[in-house]
């Protein structure tokens, strides 16, 4: 088990820039598939970005592509969202999680077992 913990996000104007980090620590013998998930306010989780163990594959969610981009040192099990462009839909809790999962289903949130407390993004209009 490991607990990811994220940090960096902050309150931007729309068309700026954030970079989110996350650190998962305790069990680090083991390389994790990495991903990035929110929420709206009044909303259920969704998807943003994952990279997987090897950090060969990353996947975006459709609304995020071009925008955003998920880096991280796998053998270090960390990540970082580089948050481009913001818009106010992009506001909300941004959670890191990480886990053992199949490349295939990075981006399902149910295939993970740790995840962050969560830090806000606040994207002002």
């Known amino acids: 088990q490991v607990q990811p913990k994220e940090s960096g996000g902050g309150l931007v104007q729309a068309g700026g820039s954030l970079m989110l980090s996350c650190a998962a620590s305790?069990?680090?013998?083991?390389?994790?598939?990495m991903a990035w998930f929110r929420r709206a306010p009044g909303e259920d989780r969704e998807f943003v970005a994952a990279?997987?163990?090897?950090?060969?594959?990353?996947i975006y969610a459709d609304s995020v592509k071009g925008r955003f981009t998920i880096s991280g040192d796998n053998n270090e099990n960390t990540a970082y969202l580089q948050m481009d462009s913001l818009k106010p839909e992009d506001t909300g809790v941004y959670y890191c999680?990480?886990?053992?999962?199949?490349?295939?289903?990075?981006?399902?949130?149910?295939?993970?077992?740790?995840w962050g407390e969560g830090t806000q993004v606040t994207v002002s209009g």
């Open positions: 305790g069990r680090t013998t083991i390389v994790y598939a």
């Open positions: 999680t990480a886990g053992v999962v199949n490349t295939i289903h990075v981006s399902e949130g149910f295939y993970y077992s740790c």
């Open positions: 990279i997987s163990s090897s950090g060969s594959t990353t």
